[in-house]
């Protein structure tokens, strides 16, 4: 069965900082591109991050470009969000998903508060 589970979202202060980790199972995690995406009450679905199989190339979303970093690792089947200098407009639940959008977690809810 293929799972995606995030974790490490909750609630912090205007400026601080989190890390979210997407464990990955169910499928050859070193062979897929991997995406961040979050998605704030009432709005639609935007892309945050993206890092390739191979962590060779990284894309962020000019909103979080300079206090978000993607990383993954291979060996652990884990995929990573370090995320910093935290604003309220960055409140969201943050899914994690394959690039191409074959399987996504349930998400982690990230609360920013002013």
């Known amino acids: 069965e293929v799972q995606l589970v995030e974790s490490g979202g909750g609630l912090v202060q205007t400026g601080g900082s989190l890390r979210l980790s997407c464990a990955a199972s169910?499928?050859?995690?070193?062979?897929?591109?991997m995406s961040w995406v979050r998605q704030a009450p009432g709005k639609g679905p935007e892309w945050v991050s993206e890092?390739?199989?191979?962590?060779?190339?990284?894309a962020y979303a000019d909103s979080v470009k300079g206090r978000f970093t993607v990383s993954r690792d291979n060996t652990k089947n884990t995929l990573y969000l370090q995320m910093t200098n935290l604003k309220p407009n960055d409140t969201a639940k943050y899914y994690c998903?394959?690039?191409?959008?074959?399987?996504w977690g349930q998400g982690t809810q990230v609360t920013v508060a002013a």
């Open positions: 998903a394959t690039e191409q959008g074959d399987y």
């Open positions: 169910g499928f050859t995690f070193g062979n897929y591109d």
């Open positions: 890092i390739t199989s191979d962590a060779g190339t990284i």
